[in-house]
C-alpha cells in the first residue's frame, strides 16, 4: 500500500459522491493541486473531524493510489493556526468563492501550486480579518495572476517604459501585452483597448505591491481598472467563473 503523505491544504470544490463520500479538489503546499475522494466522509466524524467543505483550510492525509488520478483521502483535521472567519459576512463569503475558484482556474493538476497555495491562504486570513472590498478584490486578483506567471505592468508604459504620472490624464490597458501604453504610444498599439484614468492606473500598481493584508483599507482602483483586470482574465481563461456574477453583484 502507498504511503500516507500529509500537507496543509485548502478545499477548492467539493461535492458528494455516492451514499456516504465526497469527491474534492484541493491547492495543498506540498503536493500540487490534488483531486481526493473521501471515503465515508458524511458519516465519519472522527476522520473527517474537519468537514471537506469549499474554502476549508485542513491538515490532508492522504494515499495516493497506483492507477486513477483520484487520491484516497484517509483522514482530514484542523491545521495548526486558527482558521479565518469567511463565513460571518455575505462580502467574505462571495470573495472567498470567487478567489478559490479563480486560484483553480490558474493552477494545473501538474505544476507546482505552492505559491498559489500561500497566497490563498493569506488572502483568506486578510480577508477574515479585514473584511471584503473592492481593493481587496483587485489585490488579490494581481497577485494571483502574478504567482501564474501573468505579472501585469500599471506602473510604466509597456512600450517605451516611462513611469505613469498622476498628472497623465489617461493610459491604455492592452490586455495583450499585459499592461498599459501611454497616451504617447497608444498609436502604436492599436490593439483594443481599456482606458484607465492615470490615478486607477497608479492604485493599481500600488495594490499590486502592497502586502495583501493592508489591501482592503486602500484606495481601489476603480471601475475602469476593474474592468481592465476583467478584460485580462477574460483573455486567458477558457470559461467565465461561476462565482462572479454573485461578487459583481456586491461590489
Ligand atoms: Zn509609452
Not at 491547492?27 to 490534488?34: A, E, F, I, N, P
Not at 505591491?209 to 482574465?233: I, N, S, V, W, Y
Request: include cysteine.
Amino acid at each position: 500500500m502507498p504511503a500516507e503523505e500529509t500537507t496543509p491544504a485548502i478545499v477548492l470544490r467539493a461535492r458528494d459522491y455516492s451514499e456516504s463520500d465526497r469527491i474534492v479538489t484541493l491547492l495543498t503546499r506540498d503536493c500540487g493541486k490534488l483531486g481526493g475522494i473521501a471515503k465515508g466522509a458524511k458519516s465519519s466524524r472522527r476522520r473527517f473531524e474537519r468537514k471537506l467543505e469549499p474554502l476549508t483550510h485542513v491538515t490532508l492525509f492522504f494515499r495516493r493510489r497506483p492507477h486513477g488520478d483520484l487520491v484516497f483521502i484517509t483522514r482530514a483535521e484542523a491545521p495548526p493556526a486558527p482558521a479565518p472567519v469567511l463565513d460571518d459576512d455575505l462580502g467574505k463569503i462571495a470573495l472567498a468563492s470567487y478567489l478559490a475558484e479563480l486560484a483553480d482556474a490558474l493552477t494545473s493538476d501538474a505544476a507546482d501550486a505552492a505559491d498559489a497555495y500561500r497566497l490563498l491562504a493569506r488572502a483568506f486570513d486578510a480577508l477574515g480579518r479585514a473584511g471584503a472590498s473592492v481593493a481587496a478584490r483587485q489585490a488579490f486578483e494581481l497577485n494571483l495572476l502574478r504567482v501564474a506567471g501573468f505579472g501585469l505592468e500599471f506602473a510604466r508604459c509597456r512600450l517605451c517604459a516611462a513611469a505613469i504620472a498622476a498628472a497623465d490624464e489617461a493610459v491604455h490597458f492592452v490586455a495583450a501585452r499585459g499592461g498599459v501604453v501611454c497616451a504617447r504610444c497608444r498609436g502604436r498599439a492599436p490593439e483594443t483597448a481599456v482606458r484607465i484614468a492615470a490615478a486607477n492606473a497608479l492604485a493599481m500598481a500600488a495594490l499590486a505591491a502592497a502586502p495583501l493584508e493592508r489591501a482592503t483599507a486602500m484606495t481601489d482602483a476603480g471601475a475602469d481598472g476593474a474592468l481592465a483586470l476583467a478584460r485580462f482574465l477574460a483573455s486567458i481563461l477558457d470559461r467565465r467563473l461561476r462565482s462572479a456574477a454573485l461578487l459583481d453583484s456586491l461590489m
